[in-house]
Each structure stands twice: as structure tokens, then as C-alpha cells.
């Protein structure tokens, strides 16, 4: 469920790296560009998602009042914080922006900061 907000979020970059116009490459997309490969992607895993039957926000695939992950906020960016593949990540993001990231992944948005 998360996928598409991790891939826009490393991917939205300047200095970012190609693996995601590999990948569309790979997936025979017509992308030569990183902002357009990780776009085409993200699109397809979106689609067959929906194709499949998978949420895409935490919204929509449980019922949580947003109250509630307010409240739990803070405890999801500790745990987030202390994940192993978060330090190593290619794009690195203190508090506010991995609220930002629970947050849009809750209401399905598009990371596109």
C-alpha cells in the first residue's frame, strides 16, 4: 500500500538515482526521464491496484478516524525513525516530513514536495 508514496518520496529528488527509469525501462514504459519514469510507475502500480482490489491510503483500507492517527502520530515516527532501512534511505526526513508522509499516504496524495 505504501509503495507508490516510498518511490515518490525517494524519487523526488534532484540528485536522485536511475533505478526507477530502470525499472520503467525494465516494464518497457516509454519514460527518459526520472520525474516521468517514476510518474509511468507509480501510475501502473496504482492502476493495478485498483485492478486488484488494494487500498491505496491508509484511509481507505482500514477504518481509522484521523483523530486516531494524530494521536498515534508521534509513536509511528519513532518506530519509523528507528527502522533500519529508513537510516539507510536515499532521501533522508526528519519528523515533520514523515508526518507528512503518514499523512498523505492516510488521504491517498501525491508526494510531490
Known amino acids: ?16 538515482d536511475t533505478r526507477y527509469l530502470e525499472i520503467a525501462h525494465f516494464l518497457c514504459f516509454s519514460a527518459n526521464y526520472i520525474a516521468d519514469s517514476t510518474y509511468a510507475l ?18 481507505s483500507a482500514f477504518i481509522i478516524p484521523r483523530e486516531t492517527l494524530t494521536d498515534a502520530m ?7 525513525q528507528a527502522d533500519t532501512q529508513f537510516i539507510k534511505a536515499a532521501r533522508s526526513a526528519d519528523n515533520e516530513v514523515v508526518k507528512g508522509l ?12
Open 42 to 59: 507509480v501510475t501502473a502500480i496504482v492502476r493495478l491496484s485498483d485492478d486488484i482490489g488494494q487500498p491505496c491510503s491508509i484511509q
Open 74 to 80: 508521534d509513536t509511528l515516527v519513532k518506530h519509523s
Open 1 to 16: 500500500m505504501l509503495l507508490p508514496y516510498t518511490i515518490e518520496f525517494k524519487a523526488n529528488v534532484p540528485d536522485c
Open 102 to 113: 503518514f499523512l498523505a499516504a492516510y488521504h491517498g496524495n501525491k508526494i510531490d514536495w
